[in-house]
Structures are given as structure tokens and as C-alpha cells.
């Protein structure tokens, strides 16, 4: 059965610090990794990570595919309270038209 | 680019009521469109995959006569949940992808259904 597995599932943390989220999966015919952040309404598209060890990355948030050990991280520094949301990991496959298997998500909370 | 637009966001209704909600793609082609409910605290859960011109293929668990999906054209796909009830009360989300390999679900921003 396809997993991905979130960590940690909560964290808090003061405007400033750097955090580094983590994403392992195990599914057959990989495709991508998909990263998302959640506010109040619905995901909205962060990365998409294809090949293992080429950095991603958007203003202060990155993030990295290691396929071989079939783990992603996404790491936002400097955070903002805006950065406060879920944050969702989510892999396609080859063979699943399309269809993403999400994780649980990451809820962030940045504090001033 | 890849804007998702998703009508009406909220919804109050009695029970017994059918509710039609709207995902429309704005700036892109959407061969595939996906809807998805998620519960409070929980992440989202697919109920049926759409492809433009077919019928769609619903998840495990999920009642196709109840949740009707309808992909008529490239940039718009309905979910009408018929005889609606309490529990059907939800977030219900849509996205949609382009064909091309190597492209995300864009998410529209969701509705949020109350069956009183």
C-alpha cells in the first residue's frame, strides 16, 4: 500500500527561526513530490520535485528530493507568521492517472 | 498562470436539498480534474478522478449516484451532491491538471457545505 509519511505533524516556532519539514514515502512507479501549503481554503502549489538532489527553491523556501532513500524536505527560513499554515506533501505515480496520495500535513504555526 | 476557480464557496442548505458546485480552470486547459473532501484536522481525501469527455472513476467507498461528476469541457467539471444530508456536511475541493507530464493539481479555494 502506497504511504507518505509527514514529520513532524505540528510545530511552533517564533518569527525568525529556520524549520525544516519532512516528507517519506513508499509507493512503486514514482513519478513526483509535490509540496502545497494550506491556509483557510484550499492547497496552493509550492514545488514539484522530479529528480533527486536539485534544489527547488522559491524566495525563502526550498526543498529537496532524495529518491534513493524516498524522502523529501521542504525548509522555510526566516519564517513570517504568514508562513503559518499546513503544509502538505503529496507523490504521484506513473501508473495512478495522475492521482496524488497526500500525507497528513504539517501544521505550522510561527509566533511573533 | 493556472488559476482554479471553484463556485460557490460556502453553502447552507436544508437536508434533502442537491447541490451543485462548480470547478472552472481559468488560463489552462484541464484534461483531468480531480474532487476531493476533507474533514477538520484531517488532509484531503480523493472521491473521483474526471477526465473531459469521459465518466469519471470514483474512489473506493464513494457512491457515484450520490456525488454526480460531470466533465463536459476542458475548463469546467461539476460535483452535485443529490439529496444531500448532515453527514454529507464537508469541505469538498476541486483541482485540475493539464495533460502535459510533469504538471501539478492547481486547488480551486474549496466550498464549504452545512446540510442543516
Known amino acids: 500500500e502506497d504511504k507518505v509519511v509527514q514529520s513532524p505533524l505540528s510545530l511552533v516556532v517564533h518569527e525568525g527561526d529556520t524549520v525544516t519539514l519532512n516528507c517519506s514515502y513508499e509507493v512503486t512507479n514514482f513519478r513526483s513530490l509535490l509540496w502545497y501549503k494550506q491556509e483557510k481554503k484550499a492547497p496552493t502549489f509550492l514545488f514539484m520535485l522530479?529528480?533527486?538532489?536539485i534544489e527547488k527553491k522559491s524566495g525563502r523556501l526550498s526543498s529537496i528530493l532524495d529518491k534513493k532513500e524516498l524522502f523529501s524536505i521542504l525548509n522555510i527560513t526566516a519564517t513570517q507568521t504568514g508562513d503559518s499554515a499546513i503544509y502538505l506533501c503529496a507523490v504521484e505515480k506513473e501508473t495512478s492517472g495522475s492521482r496524488l496520495t497526500f500525507g497528513e500535513g504539517t501544521q505550522l504555526t510561527v509566533n511573533p | 498562470g493556472a488559476v482554479v476557480s471553484q463556485h460557490p464557496s460556502r453553502v447552507i442548505c436544508k437536508s434533502g436539498t442537491s447541490v451543485k458546485i462548480e470547478c472552472r480552470s481559468l488560463?489552462?486547459?484541464?484534461?483531468?480534474m480531480f474532487w476531493y473532501r476533507q474533514f477538520p484536522k484531517q488532509s484531503l481525501m480523493l472521491m473521483a478522478t474526471?477526465?473531459?469527455?469521459?465518466?469519471?472513476?470514483?474512489e473506493q467507498g464513494v457512491e457515484k449516484d450520490k456525488f454526480l461528476i460531470n466533465h463536459a469541457s476542458l475548463t469546467l467539471s461539476t460535483l452535485t451532491v443529490t439529496s444531500a444530508h448532515p453527514e454529507d456536511s464537508s469541505f469538498y475541493i476541486c483541482s485540475a491538471r493539464s495533460g502535459t507530464i510533469y504538471q501539478p493539481q492547481h486547488f480551486g479555494d474549496g466550498t464549504r457545505l452545512s446540510i442543516l
Open positions: 488560463d489552462f486547459q484541464a484534461t483531468t
Open positions: 522530479t529528480s533527486s538532489g
Open positions: 474526471s477526465n473531459e469527455g469521459s465518466k469519471a472513476t470514483y
